[in-house]
């Protein structure tokens, strides 16, 4: 699938996105196409030495019964990105990560500049989990908060369970409870089959209904959501950030980040916004730039390391 386009096509559908909605996804389907054509690019210049990659929006990923490990790698540490990169051989189930893009608004400030910076890395804090009782038979509520460690298990220290509250969704009571980091025992990552316990001498059917894994380090750089582009570093090693104006190439060696700047539309577009006819000083300018972030893209091996196994 061959796709091009030009900047002045691009400029004219950023001005419709703040008119009309101004939320990230809409840059969604545009950087998926200009990844593409840098591949289109990629395959006309390497020929028989072009390497395939499978280029994926999975910002939607959330959890169910039937995940597979690839979305469970996604679904990991402070989740998903908004496309991934994915290098696969044909008929070869052995598959690695090239990578992930990470999109932001356009009025977005990325806060982030060229340069090293030391790595950082996330440590998982606590796990909040939802559970859902049917109580529809029950009067006294209040015994739930008494019987809840029989549900989670007999091994649990109550001084590393915190109960953070509870709440009514029809005759199901949902129970959110936080659990200390080192409770290596509590059983998490799917959906689990419904069980019972029993409260005041009824059978009472219950199921954990949600989870999640609270992971955080200090933010040194002051990026804008530092603590998710650590993440996607750490799992899939190589991260394009951008605002669709500004484009950041970041990569995780063993010691340190690499942030490189790939181009930034926002002067020529700030222009381009304010005139209904723009000058050809400012089409030549914004026409350079945009060569350059297609050069960039295109310059970019999702295949060299480092990569993310799966």
Same mark, same amino acid.
């Given at each position: 699938?061959?796709?091009?386009?030009?900047?002045?096509?691009?400029?004219?559908?950023?001005?419709?996105?703040?008119?009309?909605?101004?939320?990230?996804?809409?840059?969604?389907?545009?950087?998926?196409?200009?990844l593409k054509m840098a591949e289109c690019r990629k395959?006309?210049? @390497?020929?028989?030495?072009?390497? /395939?990659? +499978? #280029?994926?929006?999975?910002?939607?990923?959330? &959890?169910?019964?039937?995940?597979? *490990?690839?979305?469970?790698?996604?679904?990991?540490?402070?989740?998903?990105?908004?496309?991934?990169?994915?290098?696969?051989?044909?008929?070869?189930?052995?598959?690695?990560?090239?990578?992930?893009?990470?999109?932001?608004?356009?009025?977005?400030?990325?806060?982030?500049?060229?340069?090293?910076?030391?790595?950082?890395d996330l440590k998982r804090k606590n796990i909040i989990?939802?559970?859902?009782?049917?109580?529809?038979?029950?009067?006294?509520?209040?015994?739930?908060?008494?019987?809840?460690?029989?549900?989670?298990?007999?091994?649990?220290?109550?001084?590393?369970?915190?109960?953070?509250?509870?709440?009514?969704?029809?005759?199901?009571?949902?129970?959110?409870?936080?659990?200390?980091?080192?409770?290596?025992?509590?059983? @998490?990552?799917?959906?689990?089959? /419904?069980? +019972? #316990?029993?409260?005041?001498?009824?059978?009472? &059917?219950?199921?954990?209904?949600? *989870?999640?894994?609270?992971?955080?380090?200090?933010?040194?750089?002051?990026?804008?959501?530092?603590?998710?582009?650590?993440?996607?570093?750490?799992?899939?090693?190589?991260?394009?950030?951008?605002?669709?104006?500004?484009?950041?190439?970041?990569?995780?060696?063993?010691?340190?980040?690499?942030?490189?700047?790939?181009?930034?539309?926002?002067?020529?577009?700030?222009?381009?916004?304010?005139?209904?006819?723009?000058?050809?000083?400012?089409?030549?300018?914004?026409?350079?730039?945009?060569?350059?972030?297609?050069?960039?893209?295109?310059?970019?091996?999702?295949?060299?390391?480092?990569?993310?196994?799966?």
């Amino acid at each position: 699938m061959k796709i091009e386009f030009g900047v002045q096509e691009y400029f004219n559908e950023l001005k419709l996105m703040d008119a009309q909605y101004g939320q990230e996804e809409e840059l969604y389907p545009w950087i998926y196409m200009l990844l593409k054509m840098a591949e289109c690019r990629k395959k006309g210049i @390497l020929k028989e030495w072009y390497q /395939e990659v +499978s #280029i994926r929006d999975v910002h939607r990923a959330e &959890k169910s019964q039937t995940d597979k *490990e690839i979305k469970l790698k996604l679904l990991e540490k402070r989740g998903v990105p908004d496309i991934v990169i994915l290098n696969m051989k044909k008929y070869s189930f052995k598959n690695q990560f090239g990578g992930c893009v990470e999109v932001k608004k356009l009025d977005d400030d990325l806060k982030i500049k060229e340069g090293e910076y030391p790595k950082e890395d996330l440590k998982r804090k606590n796990i909040i989990a939802t559970y859902r009782f049917n109580l529809e038979n029950i009067e006294n509520v209040e015994v739930l908060s008494r019987q809840i460690k029989k549900v989670l298990g007999e091994k649990i220290e109550e001084s590393k369970v915190n109960y953070k509250g509870s709440g009514w969704n029809g005759s199901l009571h949902t129970f959110d409870v936080e659990f200390d980091n080192d409770l290596d025992n509590i059983e @998490l990552g799917k959906i689990k089959e /419904e069980k +019972s #316990i029993v409260i005041d001498g009824k059978n009472i &059917k219950y199921y954990l209904a949600s *989870e999640k894994e609270n992971w955080g380090c200090k933010e040194k750089h002051g990026w804008l959501e530092e603590q998710q582009i650590i993440s996607h570093l750490e799992k899939f090693k190589k991260v394009l950030y951008t605002n669709g104006l500004e484009f950041y190439y970041l990569v995780l060696n063993e010691k340190n980040i690499d942030v490189k700047k790939i181009a930034d539309l926002r002067p020529m577009y700030a222009k381009f916004k304010d005139n209904s006819v723009p000058t050809p000083q400012l089409l030549l300018a914004a026409s350079a730039e945009w060569d350059r972030l297609i050069a960039g893209l295109t310059s970019i091996d999702w295949h060299q390391g480092p990569v993310a196994e799966i």
